[in-house]
């Protein structure tokens, strides 16, 4: 998406863009060192070559990264490397060394996915445009583990802006007993909105479909927090609690049952309301389907009931004892169980 001047930018592609004044004037990139394009607030080109890594000499992706499809990759790796750049938002507690590459957001990109999946080792990967670190700093977006690569990371950038300049960083997770260093792949994917595993598109008002055909926003989204587009799940039908493969059906939860049957595994399904254990209860009597009752709490659920003699939850949160019964100790200092 292309913008001219400060015109129909959203808040977060306005504060992503510089230089938006009638008259800009020379600019210069104290942040990260890095001479800055007066017309476009990004900073300039790089001197040809790859560059070593650095804030001063990023990697340059156009330059050094392999083209195939919608994927820009690149190989390298971050042992002997410098570390001086953290994620500002925690997402690692414990880094190590650093490699920064440098990207420029080609025309007509919507959205782009950002993985180190296929690295040798325990990954981290953030995005930022201005490169070294600073007080009060952000990164765009930052990951740890993957949701489904751990210990890979992905992030997704969607407020992108044709020309833009973007420093990628890849990084260690330096905790104990991870090898926090190694040969790396960086992979930056061209992606859609509203398809399967991309970035839902954005709430428009009058509202519009954020996802195609079938598939729904999943808010839970991505493991960096970008809600993405993903496959609808029925009533019955097994799901992903995490919400990062599918959703369930509206109407419907996806529940997992916390203590399965012995020597089964737990299982997670969409369901209506009251109809099985852990789902969430019926507005309406009877909330909840036999042999469980509604809990108490500010969001009850499902439980098991009690049988007499049994040890019980005297809250009610975890489980009910049977109609007529109550859970109390029956002598000072005893477990509560169910008793009339």
Request: hydrophobic share 30%.
């Amino acid at each position: 998406m292309k913008m001219n001047g400060c015109l129909g930018l959203s808040i977060t592609a306005a504060a992503l863009a510089v230089g938006c004044g009638d008259d800009p004037a020379p600019i210069t990139n104290t942040d990260s060192g890095v001479p800055v394009d007066t017309g476009t607030g990004n900073p300039a080109d790089v001197p040809s070559g790859t560059g070593t890594g650095t804030c001063d000499s990023p990697i340059d992706l156009a330059t050094a990264g392999t083209v195939t499809g919608t994927d820009l990759v690149y190989r390298g790796t971050t042992v002997g490397r410098a570390d001086t750049l953290h994620p500002y938002e925690g997402c690692v507690m414990n880094d190590a060394e650093e490699a920064v590459l440098r990207y420029r957001v080609p025309a007509g990109v919507q959205a782009l996915m950002v993985t180190t999946e296929g690295s040798a080792f325990d990954t981290a990967v953030y995005a930022r445009t201005a490169c070294s670190q600073a007080a009060g700093g952000a990164d765009l977006a930052c990951n740890n583990d993957s949701y489904d690569h751990a210990p890979q990371s992905t992030i997704y950038l969607t407020n992108v802006i044709e020309g833009q300049v973007l420093f990628l960083v890849v990084d260690g997770n330096a905790a104990m007993d991870t090898t926090s260093s190694g040969a790396f792949t960086l992979t930056v994917r061209q992606v859609p909105f509203g398809a399967m595993g991309t970035p839902c598109n954005r709430v428009t008002d009058p509202p519009t479909p954020r996802c195609s055909g079938a598939l729904r926003c999943s808010e839970g989204g991505a493991a960096d927090g970008t809600p993405i587009c993903v496959a609808t799940v029925a009533n019955l039908g097994a799901c992903d609690p995490r919400q990062f493969n599918n959703i369930c059906a509206e109407g419907t939860s996806c529940i997992t049952d916390p203590e399965p049957p012995e020597g089964m595994p737990a299982t997670s399904v969409c369901a209506l309301p009251g109809t099985r254990r852990n789902a969430p209860c019926r507005a309406t009597e009877p909330r909840c389907d036999a042999p469980t009752a509604c809990s108490t709490g500010d969001s009850p659920r499902c439980v098991p009931v009690i049988g007499t003699g049994m040890m019980c939850d005297p809250m009610g949160e975890g489980n009910r004892c049977g109609p007529g019964e109550m859970c109390s100790p029956l002598a000072a200092g005893g477990v509560p169980i169910c008793h009339t």
